[in-house]
């Protein structure tokens, strides 16, 4: 089973640009759909992006579309998530999370979660 460790958010600008990232450890990554969600205070957990086994698909919130990218890297046991045009409504902790075979909006349906990394966007 994998462990998932989040790191690289932090304060920025409304308009700026960020990159979070999910660094794994366990050799079978490649077998995982990945997600990224995140958690405003006194908010639900919400769906931001998720990512194919492969990489080759992505999906994401209708609200980031555009200005964020999901990505993954099998061979470093990764996934990133890059932020542009970043909005205060962006603030929250971001957690990444895994999931066996086919990407999922739903977090409840995911089986592993990093500790979250937090993410704040100043107006």
């Known amino acids: 089973q994998v462990q998932l460790v989040e790191s690289g958010g932090g304060l920025v600008q409304a308009g700026g640009s960020l990159s979070v990232s999910c660094a794994t450890s366990?050799?079978?990554?490649?077998?995982?759909?990945m997600g990224w969600f995140r958690q405003a205070p006194g908010k639900e957990r919400e769906f931001v992006a998720a990512?194919?086994?492969?990489?080759?698909?992505?999906f994401y919130t209708d609200s980031v579309k555009g200005r964020f990218t999901i990505s993954r890297d099998n061979g470093k046991n990764t996934v990133h998530l890059r932020m542009n045009s970043l909005k205060p409504e962006d603030t929250a902790v971001y957690y990444c999370?895994?999931?066996?075979?086919?990407?999922?909006?739903?977090?409840?349906?995911?089986?592993?979660w990093g500790q979250g990394t937090q993410v704040t966007v100043s107006s």
């Open positions: 366990g050799r079978t990554f490649s077998s995982y759909a």
């Open positions: 999370a895994a999931r066996g075979l086919i990407p999922s909006t739903n977090p409840l349906e995911y089986d592993i």
């Open positions: 990512i194919t086994r492969s990489g080759t698909s992505t």
